[in-house]
């Protein structure tokens, strides 16, 4: 992508208080809350086999997505196209990021849509931040082979991201 800003301005990222959970193995689909209460969406086809993945459901600025984040390891390419058409299937209209890799104050992430990387890249910085508490100053993430540098604050009401391409 040509023409793109060395920087966006600051963006608002809001999680929302469910989280889903996704096993591509067995098709199974579930919500919780973080109030304790867990729905499921899509039961296991074939018992509840392979690993587990998370996935933030976030609004930054206007775009509504979903960021795979791995619990225990990245997802396999089968087990991604899987994550990717599950989901789509769940809510057609948000696009999917898919974390690959993240380690304290790095994030990759695997988009496929050039709207998305922006906002990908912001929410995957507020998600380091307040869900696996990383108290990096900022961000080296990696958004379809492209560098940013992500910084991330609550300034008492939401969260605030700035995505600087690096």
Same mark, same amino acid.
């Given at each position: ?9 600051? %963006? ?5 208080d ?5 096993? *591509? ?12 209460k867990? &729905? ?10 392979? *690993? ?11 775009? &509504? %997505?979903?960021?795979?984040?791995p ?5 396999? %390419?089968?087990? /991604?196209d ?8 769940h ?22 849509v050039?709207?998305?990387v =922006?906002?990908?890249?912001? =929410?995957?910085?507020v ?9 990096? *100053? ?13 910084? =991330? &604050? ?5 969260? /605030?991201?700035?995505?600087? &391409?690096?």
């Open positions: 992508m040509t023409g793109h800003n060395a920087s966006v301005p600051e %963006l608002a990222v809001r999680l929302e469910e989280a889903l959970f996704v096993v *591509p193995g067995s098709g199974a689909l579930w919500v919780y809350d973080f109030g304790n867990t &729905k499921v969406l899509r039961d296991a086809n074939e018992g509840n086999s392979g *690993p587990v993945f998370q996935v933030a459901q976030a609004t930054v600025g206007g775009m &509504k %997505l979903f960021l795979v984040l619990t225990f390891a990245a997802a396999t %390419l089968t087990e /991604q899987r994550i990717f058409s599950m989901l789509a299937e809510d057609p209209d948000r696009p999917v990021a898919l974390v690959v890799e993240q380690s304290e104050g790095r994030v990759v992430i695997v988009a496929g050039a709207e998305l =922006a906002p990908a890249a912001a =929410a995957a910085a998600v380091r931040t307040c869900w696996e508490w990383d108290e990096s *100053p900022g961000f080296s993430i990696v958004v379809d082979q492209r560098d940013h540098f992500v910084t =991330a &604050k609550h300034d008492g009401e939401t969260w /605030q991201a700035s995505v600087h &391409k690096g």
